[in-house]
Nanobody, 127 residues
């Protein structure tokens, strides 16, 4: 079992930055591939970024490429999402997700790829 708790969301102006954190419980964080997803009002939850157990490779949605960076610190059981050049369309609840895998290079981009989910953190970008 893995419990995930996101933090770092908030209100920011367009062009600004935020860093989201996701703290994982348990001793098995290093065995998990991790992902970030988001859900805007009235829309389905969509993929943002993923990182393998070994930190590389990483994988991004087109909307995140060049602006967002996913990283992880296995010693702290934490995954991060650095978001720069934020746009109003980035407004959403952001969720982190975990998947146990033996494949140290695995990155998933689908909701169904992940086994555990956090409760989410709200990100609001004003224009």
């Amino acid at each position: 079992q893995v419990q995930l708790v996101e933090s770092g969301g908030g209100l920011v102006q367009a062009g600004g930055s935020l860093r989201l954190s996701c703290a994982a419980s348990g001793r098995t964080f290093s065995s998990c591939a991790m992902g970030w997803f988001r859900q805007a009002p009235g829309k389905e939850r969509e993929f943002v970024a993923a990182i393998s157990r070994s930190r590389f490779p990483t994988y991004y949605a087109d909307s995140a490429k060049g602006r967002f960076t996913i990283s992880r610190d296995n010693a702290k059981n934490t995954v991060y999402l650095q978001m720069n050049s934020l746009k109003p369309e980035d407004t959403a609840v952001y969720y982190c997700a975990a998947k146990f895998t033996l494949n140290q290079y695995y990155t998933g981009s689908q909701n169904r790829d992940y086994d555990y989910w956090g409760q989410g953190t709200q990100v609001t970008v004003s224009s």
